[in-house]
Antibody, heavy 127, light 108 residues
Framework: EVQLVQSGAEVRKPGESLKISCQAA????????IGWVRQMPGKGLEWMGN????????RYSPSFEGQVTISVDNSISTVYLQWSSLEASDTAVYYC????????????????????WGQGTLVTVSS | EIVLTQSPGTPSLSPGERATLSCRAS???????LAWYQQKPGQAPRLLIY???SRATGIPDRFSASGSGTDFTLTINRLEPEDFAVYYC?????????FGQGTKVEVK
């Protein structure tokens, strides 16, 4: 059974750093992309970026590039989302989700729709 | 960036009725790479439909979807109490991936 288990809720002050995690189980971790999706309070879903654990290929939404860092630790099947300096507007629930993959013409896995989701991590940034 | 606009905003329907949700894209969605998700309060989204019209595993057949190009539709026949939720469309054919703003199906 595919499982994505996220780290717990966090409260930070503006300007502080933060790293949240998403640990995967139940499938071959290196063979599938994992992405992050933001949901601000009372709002919709926003795609932040995806990472491929097989080679650490990372693709960011322009809205989030330079604002966050997505990384991976294959030894513990975990993907991270990191901020170096939080702002109040970063207050949101962050979901990790696993895209289904398909092989392109170069036999490289490309991400598809999200078929499995983590439970979400609430990040609150307040002074 | 492909902008997805969902309508109606918040339809009020009764159990047993049919819900018809629309998702319009600002440009053609490549290869019909359009998915629909359901989200209930306090829960993560759940995949309902991928590839415009394919139901995900375990999704009841009262959920159906269709569309092409820039216009897509999710239909829920005979609404059950558990179907009252927020529904999002999502295009994954062109980077950056985008979601619609959501349609909340509420109980009349």
């Amino acid at each position: 059974e595919v499982q994505l288990v996220q780290s717990g809720a966090e409260v930070r002050k503006p300007g502080e750093s933060l790293k949240i995690s998403c640990q995967a189980a139940g499938y071959s971790f290196r063979d599938h992309w994992i992405g992050w999706v933001r949901q601000m309070p009372g709002k919709g879903l926003e795609w932040m970026g995806n990472i491929y654990p097989g080679d650490s290929d990372t693709r960011y939404s322009p809205s989030f590039e330079g604002q966050v860092t997505i990384s991976v630790d294959n030894s513990i099947s975990t993907v991270y989302l990191q901020w170096s300096s939080l702002e109040a507007s970063d207050t949101a629930v962050y979901y990790c989700a696993r895209p289904r993959s398909y092989r392109d013409g170069n036999n490289y896995p490309q991400p598809y729709y999200f078929d499995y989701w983590g439970q979400g991590t609430l990040v609150t940034v307040s002074s | 960036e492909i902008v997805l606009t969902q309508s109606p905003g918040t339809p009020s329907l009764s159990p047993g009725e049919r819900a018809t949700l629309s998702c319009r894209a600002s440009q053609s969605v490549r290869s019909g790479f359009l998915a629909w998700y359901q989200q209930k309060p306090g829960q993560a989204p759940r995949l309902l439909i991928y590839g415009t019209s394919s139901r995900a595993t375990g999704i009841p057949d009262r959920f159906s979807a269709s569309g092409s190009g820039t216009d897509f539709t999710l239909t829920i026949n005979r609404l059950e109490p558990e179907d009252f939720a927020v529904y999002y469309c999502h295009q994954y054919g062109t980077a950056p991936w985008t979601f619609g703003q959501g349609t909340k199906v509420e109980v009349k």
